[in-house]
């Protein structure tokens, strides 16, 4: 094409008027700047009477200009890596238009045999500025020799200044709607991170809402281990476990600022010494990451990493959204941690209170665990089962009101235990339905470490068959006694007891009538004691009956 039609001065104003009101309207009408872009390359040819257009924007994280829109030319003159030599770069991000009439005679070889293979002959490039600060270039690209004229120059600054113009308030409309719905999407994490203390939920749940918010592959957390003070993966989302297992990430510059408590923010991993693992990264295809602290009451506990498939330059909302879900996940990790630290030790004293209690069923004596405040803390099977209770019954009962019943019993031992903290023993008999009983009670303190009586132990023993078997001990050998006597005694009387007998008996045949019936008698009476003294020696056991004087004697 052509130069802009030469005439009057007032058709060419006209002319640059109707160009102008056409790229104000155009890009009035649109939001997004990526529309505000395409509307602007596909547009501006044939308005300016040129052959093809490009925008690319300043990406700040890199110091270089990222293709935005292109119109008019192929996909491999747009994707050469160096646009232009590097003094007409630095120019035009000055705010300085650089016109090249003939790409012929361009000293950069890259951009002059990529403009002569894509046919192009002249470009004018120019500044894209917004509040005096360059936010990009715009290229108007002629397939014929063109002289832009100062005026067409400082015209095409003009819709450049525009272009800026919409395409900053474009940007600056979708963060703020980007930074609504962040907002929002926070609010909901909030909500979803409040509604549980399940630590793995949390995570997950983090990495998941995160990544999806930020329209990213992928996204793990680590987290720090006190012990050791390493990072530990704990979540991760849209990454393979190869990747996920390629080493140790402390040591990378990225981590390190992370863990100081700032964001970083990486649009190319691949050329960044922040970054270690470059061919992990290459082979998992992620070109960016940002990383943030995650924080609890002021203190790193850990780091998101954010990571993406395409090149990308984290905008201050996306950072600021990613720093406060980080901040919402810090305090969530950090219930949740202490929820499941509780839980696990409530198992644990739940276990050793299951454990004692059944090391004190074991217990054939009956056992009581009572506090300070002479309330029951513990009771044993042996216990319940005697006394007929349930443990729910027993528990927290009072010391004196559980043993109400039992009448003939002070107490004074277990008083005498808190005060002195000095085991106490004493014994006493019950009269029951089937006879007298006795139990021994022993309190032995448990002593605090302010050396205080916290808690009495009370084993309550059943004497009874002990003191029953005693008692049939003594008697046992009262009766060895008696029968040892008796069959002494038995013995000692038998022999003149037999030679008495005998002298009665011959006495009987000697006497013929006269005092026949007092030695009958006799005879009578010595044969009943060789009875008695029979019965004597073949003793085994007695029985007693009273005597004369309120004595008993040994029935025989």
Same mark, same amino acid.
């Given at each position: 094409?052509?130069?802009?039609?030469?005439?009057?001065?007032?058709?060419?104003?006209?002319?640059?008027?109707?160009?102008?009101?056409?790229?104000?309207?155009?890009?009035?009408?649109?939001?997004?700047?990526?529309?505000?872009?395409?509307?602007?390359?596909?547009?501006?040819?044939?308005?300016?009477?040129?052959?093809?257009?490009?925008?690319?924007?300043?990406?700040?994280?890199?110091?270089?200009?990222?293709?935005?829109?292109?119109?008019?030319?192929?996909?491999?003159y747009?994707?050469?890596?160096?646009?232009?030599?590097?003094?007409?770069?630095?120019?035009?991000?000055?705010?300085?238009?650089?016109?090249?009439?003939?790409?012929?005679?361009?000293?950069?070889?890259?951009?002059?045999?990529?403009?002569?293979?894509?046919?192009?002959?002249?470009? +004018?490039?120019?500044?894209?500025?917004?509040?005096?600060?360059?936010?990009? $270039?715009?290229?108007?690209?002629?397939?014929?020799? %063109?002289?832009?004229?100062?005026?067409?120059?400082?015209?095409?600054?003009?819709?450049?200044?525009?272009?800026?113009?919409? $395409?900053?308030?474009?940007?600056?409309?979708?963060?703020?709607?980007?930074?609504?719905?962040?907002?929002?999407?926070?609010?909901?994490?909030?909500?979803l991170?409040?509604?549980?203390?399940?630590?793995?939920?949390?995570?997950q749940?983090?990495?998941?809402?995160?990544?999806?918010?930020?329209r990213?592959?992928?996204?793990?957390?680590?987290?720090l281990?006190?012990?050791?003070?390493?990072?530990?993966?704990?979540?991760?989302?849209?990454?393979?476990?190869?990747?996920?297992?390629?080493?140790?990430?402390?040591?990378?510059?990225?981590?390190?600022?992370?863990?100081?408590?700032?964001?970083?923010?990486?649009?190319?991993?691949?050329?960044?010494?922040?970054?270690?693992?470059?061919?992990?990264?290459?082979?998992?295809?992620?070109?960016?990451?940002?990383?943030?602290?995650?924080?609890?009451?002021?203190?790193?506990?850990?780091?998101?990493?954010?990571?993406?498939?395409?090149?990308?330059?984290?905008?201050?909302?996306?950072?600021?959204?990613?720093?406060?879900?980080?901040?919402?996940?810090?305090?969530?990790?950090?219930?949740?941690?202490?929820?499941?630290?509780?839980?696990?030790?409530?198992?644990?004293?739940?276990?050793?209170?299951?454990?004692?209690?059944? $090391?004190?069923?074991?217990?054939?004596?009956?056992?009581?665990?009572?506090?300070?405040?002479?309330?029951?803390?513990?009771?044993?099977?042996?216990?319940?089962? $005697?006394?007929?209770?349930?443990?729910?019954?027993?528990?927290?009962?009072?010391?004196?009101?559980?043993?109400?019943?039992?009448?003939?019993?002070?107490?004074?031992?277990?008083?005498?235990?808190?005060?002195?903290g000095?085991?106490?023993?004493?014994?006493?008999?019950?009269?029951?339905?089937?006879?007298?009983?006795?139990?021994?009670?022993?309190?032995?303190?448990?002593?605090?470490?302010?050396?205080?009586?916290?808690?009495v132990?009370?084993?309550? %023993?059943?004497?009874?068959?002990?003191?029953?078997?005693?008692?049939?001990?003594?008697?046992?050998?009262k009766?060895?006694?008696?029968?040892?006597m008796?069959?002494?005694?038995?013995?000692?009387?038998?022999?003149?007891?037999?030679?008495? +007998?005998?002298?009665?008996?011959?006495?009987?045949?000697?006497?013929?009538?006269?005092?026949?019936?007092?030695?009958?008698m006799i005879?009578?009476?010595?044969?009943?004691?060789?009875? +008695?003294?029979?019965?004597?020696?073949?003793?085994?056991?007695?029985?007693?009956?009273?005597?004369?004087?309120?004595?008993?004697?040994?029935?025989?």
């Amino acid at each position: 094409m052509g130069q802009l039609k030469q005439g009057s001065g007032d058709t060419q104003d006209r002319r640059y008027l109707e160009v102008f009101r056409q790229v104000t309207r155009m890009i009035s009408m649109v939001r997004d700047p990526q529309q505000v872009m395409e509307n602007i390359v596909h547009n501006l040819p044939e308005l300016m009477e040129i052959d093809a257009c490009t925008i690319r924007l300043l990406d700040q994280a890199t110091g270089t200009f990222v293709l935005g829109a292109a119109a008019g030319l192929s996909p491999e003159y747009l994707a050469r890596p160096d646009v232009d030599a590097r003094e007409t770069m630095d120019m035009v991000a000055s705010g300085q238009p650089v016109a090249t009439i003939d790409v012929a005679e361009s000293a950069h070889l890259p951009f002059r045999e990529a403009a002569l293979r894509e046919g192009v002959q002249s470009v +004018l490039t120019l500044p894209i500025a917004f509040q005096d600060r360059v936010i990009g $270039i715009m290229r108007l690209l002629t397939r014929s020799k %063109r002289a832009f004229t100062e005026q067409e120059i400082s015209f095409s600054l003009v819709l450049a200044e525009q272009a800026g113009i919409a $395409i900053s308030n474009g940007g600056m409309l979708k963060q703020l709607e980007r930074q609504v719905n962040f907002l929002g999407e926070v609010q909901v994490i909030s909500r979803l991170l409040g509604s549980t203390l399940d630590l793995d939920v949390v995570l997950q749940t983090i990495v998941e809402r995160l990544s999806a918010g930020m329209r990213a592959q992928g996204c793990t957390i680590r987290l720090l281990t006190p012990q050791t003070n390493r990072l530990e993966l704990v979540a991760s989302v849209g990454l393979s476990r190869e990747y996920l297992q390629r080493g140790e990430v402390v040591d990378e510059k990225n981590t390190i600022r992370a863990l100081q408590g700032e964001p970083v923010a990486i649009s190319n991993v691949l050329e960044d010494d922040r970054v270690i693992y470059k061919n992990h990264m290459e082979r998992e295809g992620i070109k960016s990451l940002l990383a943030v602290p995650i924080k609890a009451k002021d203190e790193v506990i850990g780091i998101i990493r954010i990571l993406a498939r395409e090149h990308r330059s984290f905008s201050r909302a996306e950072i600021n959204f990613s720093m406060a879900v980080a901040e919402v996940g810090g305090a969530a990790i950090a219930n949740a941690r202490t929820y499941r630290k509780i839980t696990l030790l409530f198992n644990h004293i739940e276990e050793q209170e299951v454990f004692l209690a059944n $090391i004190l069923d074991c217990i054939s004596h009956q056992l009581l665990v009572i506090d300070r405040n002479r309330r029951v803390a513990m009771a044993n099977r042996a216990f319940l089962q $005697i006394r007929g209770k349930k443990e729910s019954e027993v528990l927290g009962m009072d010391y004196g009101r559980l043993h109400h019943s039992e009448n003939c019993w002070d107490y004074g031992h277990l008083d005498q235990v808190l005060s002195t903290g000095q085991m106490a023993t004493v014994v006493r008999e019950v009269v029951e339905e089937d006879g007298p009983h006795w139990y021994e009670r022993t309190a032995t303190p448990m002593i605090n470490e302010a050396g205080e009586t916290e808690f009495v132990i009370e084993i309550i %023993r059943d004497l009874t068959a002990q003191r029953r078997l005693e008692q049939e001990s003594i008697e046992r050998s009262k009766l060895e006694g008696i029968i040892e006597m008796a069959g002494a005694v038995a013995h000692e009387i038998s022999s003149p007891l037999f030679a008495a +007998l005998g002298s009665a008996q011959l006495l009987e045949v000697d006497r013929h009538g006269q005092g026949l019936e007092e030695i009958g008698m006799i005879i009578r009476n010595l044969k009943a004691i060789s009875k +008695l003294t029979a019965k004597m020696a073949e003793m085994t056991g007695y029985s007693s009956r009273a005597y004369v004087g309120g004595r008993r004697i040994v029935s025989l």
